[in-house]
């Protein structure tokens, strides 16, 4: 029975993780664009046609449409399905890895959003202060809860603990200064080496909003999401050689692989962090 309710659990998140990824993708495309999220309904992009209810299911309305609208035959771009398959995957591992819990509910949370603000970075190289905004408020919610109750939601890496991180509340305060903190330092020293922004501000808050999630592992998300950042910058974006400034890497949004560092901070933190003390004591 047990073994029985729990894939019901995980396959109703991942159906509604579908679901709420349709409504990611109106987000992703309408945000930017300062265009309402509510209304009108799903149109063509092309045509303009509203999208009919039974060509607007997740992921099997653009298999069984093969990738084009009904109406004019336009191509519909691969990444509909992508954001959709992505948001139903990510609510399913928050369940795997914090099961029938009330911390399941703010890991979906913390992974939806940055999703949506990682595929809108993407797109405009910007993170919409509104949505940073949002995730900073339902931190501050799910830490507070936390910590006038004892129920253990926010930082998802808190466990009750003798110290600096005694408190669920010191934990997420420790993580929003060391977060913005470090992270407008960097920017701050590029700028003064460079004369230029190597990072936009939109990182620093996004940081401040992750650390009310994972507390003091936000250091450990900041250095997964640089490692990421560079490997990509190196591999995909490649090289440009300026003849005046020597080698200069192509811009890369630094939002999505800053949300990456979140997630798998989230999810594996405190086990990498004693792997990591136990390679050590070796």
């Known amino acids: 029975m047990a073994v029985l309710m729990r894939a019901f659990y995980l396959v109703a998140l991942g159906v509604f993780g579908l679901v709420f990824g349709s409504f990611a993708n109106v ?16 149109r063509c992009p092309s045509c303009g046609h509203p999208v009919r209810p039974l060509d607007n299911v997740p992921l099997a309305s653009w298999l069984v449409l093969r990738g084009r609208c009904r109406d004019c035959g336009a191509p519909i771009h691969w990444r509909y399905p992508l954001v959709e398959g992505l ?15 009330a911390r399941a509910g703010v890991a979906i949370v913390l992974f939806y959003l940055l999703m949506i603000l990682s595929f809108i970075d993407l797109d405009v190289m910007r993170l919409p202060n509104v949505l940073v905004v949002v995730l900073a408020v339902a931190g501050v919610v799910f830490v507070a809860v936390s910590a006038g109750t004892g129920l253990p939601l926010a930082p998802l890496t808190w466990a009750p603990a003798a110290g600096l991180f005694a408190s669920p509340l010191a934990s997420a305060l420790v993580g929003v200064a060391a977060g913005s903190g470090l992270l407008a330092l960097i920017s701050a020293g590029y700028r003064l080496a460079r004369g230029r922004n190597g990072l936009g501000m939109g990182d620093v808050k996004l940081m401040a909003a992750g650390g009310l999630f994972v507390g003091p592992y936000v250091l450990l998300a900041l250095f997964l999401g640089s490692a990421l950042a560079t490997v990509y910058g190196l ?48």
């Open 27 to 42: 987000v992703i495309w309408r945000l930017p664009r300062r265009e309402s999220v509510v209304s009108p309904g799903s």
């Open 87 to 101: 948001s139903g995957a990510l609510w399913v591992s928050a369940g795997l890895l914090f099961g029938l819990t």
């Open 235 to 282: 591999s995909v974006a490649g090289l440009k050689k300026q003849p005046e400034e020597g080698v200069l890497l192509v811009p890369i949004p630094f939002g999505p692989f800053l949300a990456a560092g979140l997630v798998l901070a989230a999810a594996f933190g405190p086990a990498l962090w004693s792997a990591y003390v136990h390679a050590l004591s070796l």
